[in-house]
C-alpha cells in the first residue's frame, strides 16, 4: 500500500470515528428499577468485602441522591398551566412539570438555579422535545426523571432531549390511575 493510501485510509478512519463521536448522545436514560437492583447488588457484594474501591464509593452516593430527590420530600416547585409555584420558603431542588408546560424550562428564572432534578410525566402521546442547552437558569441541573404512562423504551425517551450532555436520564414505568 502506498503512502497516499495509508494516508487516506487513516484519514477516513479519523473522519468516521469523528463521525460517530459526534453523533453519539452525551447522556444515558436508565431505568430506576435496574439502578436500585444494582445497588442492592453492590451493597450485598461490598457487605462480604472489606474495603470498597473509589469508584464503587461514587456510584453508591450517585445512587442515593437519587433516591433521594425520587422518594424523599425535597423542596420543589411546581410547574404548571405555563406558572411556576413554589409552596415552601426554602430553595427549590426539585421542578416537577404537572403538565405541558414544559417550556418554561427555558425561561429566566432564579428559582431553577438550585435545580438538581426535572420530573415529569410522559405518554406515548406527549409531543415533548427538550433542548437542555437552552434551559440557562438550570446551573445546578444533573437528572431528569421521566414517569411514563405506559410502557416506554429508552430509545423513545432519548429522543426527547437534545444537547443533554453530562445529564442522567431517569425513568420508570407507572399505571395510570
Not at 426535572?118 to 438550570?138: E, H, P
Request: charged share 20%; with cysteine.
Amino acid at each position: 500500500m502506498s503512502s497516499n493510501s495509508k494516508f487516506i485510509t487513516a484519514l477516513l478512519v479519523f473522519l468516521f470515528a469523528f463521525t460517530l463521536k459526534g453523533t453519539a448522545q452525551d447522556y444515558e436514560v436508565i431505568n430506576l428499577e435496574t439502578l436500585l437492583n444494582s445497588k442492592q447488588r453492590a451493597q450485598k457484594v461490598s457487605s462480604q468485602k472489606s474495603s470498597l474501591n473509589k469508584k464503587n464509593t461514587d456510584n453508591s452516593l450517585n445512587i442515593e441522591k437519587i433516591e433521594t430527590l425520587v422518594f424523599d420530600v425535597s423542596p420543589t416547585i411546581y410547574i404548571q398551566d405555563n406558572n411556576v409555584h413554589q409552596f415552601e420558603n426554602t430553595t427549590p431542588i426539585m421542578a416537577s412539570i404537572e403538565d405541558d408546560s414544559y417550556r418554561i424550562i427555558y425561561t429566566e428564572n432564579d428559582l431553577f438555579q438550585n435545580i438538581e432534578m426535572v420530573k415529569l410525566r410522559y405518554n406515548k402521546n406527549s409531543n415533548i422535545n427538550i433542548d437542555v442547552s437552552k434551559m440557562n437558569s438550570f446551573s445546578s441541573l444533573k437528572y431528569f426523571f421521566i414517569q411514563c404512562e405506559s410502557s416506554c423504551t429508552e430509545k423513545e425517551l432519548a429522543n426527547i432531549f437534545t444537547n443533554a450532555k453530562g445529564i442522567s436520564i431517569l425513568y420508570q414505568v407507572i399505571q395510570s390511575e
